[in-house]
């Protein structure tokens, strides 16, 4: 069984950083895609990036193209996604999974951008 476990999330000014991580078990961590979605609040899920756990295909939303990268350690069957130039628009609940849609997530880690 699938389990993803996301962690990192936090409280930042406008500007600010944060590396979310999400911890996977449960499937051939060497051959998948993970994907990065969030929720912000009254609002749906938004896909925003997926990589391959090889580190080589990486595809991210324009909404937050050059500000967040995703990264792996396969070592660690780890993704992370680094959060850069954080605006208040990004204030949301993030989540890991395993399709666009988000239809297979974990629980979930809450970023929370105020000025």
């Known amino acids: 069984q699938v389990q993803l476990v996301e962690s990192g999330g936090g409280s930042v000014q406008t500007g600010g950083s944060l590396r979310l991580s999400c911890t996977v078990s449960?499937?051939?961590?060497?051959?998948?895609?993970i994907n990065w979605v969030r929720q912000a609040p009254g609002k749906g899920l938004e896909w925003l990036s997926s990589?391959?756990?090889?580190?080589?295909?990486?595809y991210y939303a324009d909404s937050i193209k050059g500000r967040f990268t995703a990264s792996v350690d396969n070592a660690k069957s780890t993704v992370y996604l680094q959060l850069n130039s954080l605006r208040s628009e990004d204030t949301a609940l993030y989540y890991c999974?395993?399709?666009?849609?988000?239809?297979?997530r974990g629980q979930g880690t809450q970023v929370t951008v105020s000025s």
């Open positions: 999974a395993t399709d666009r849609s988000g239809s297979h």
């Open positions: 449960g499937f051939t961590f060497s051959s998948y895609y």
């Open positions: 990589i391959h756990s090889d580190g080589k295909n990486t």
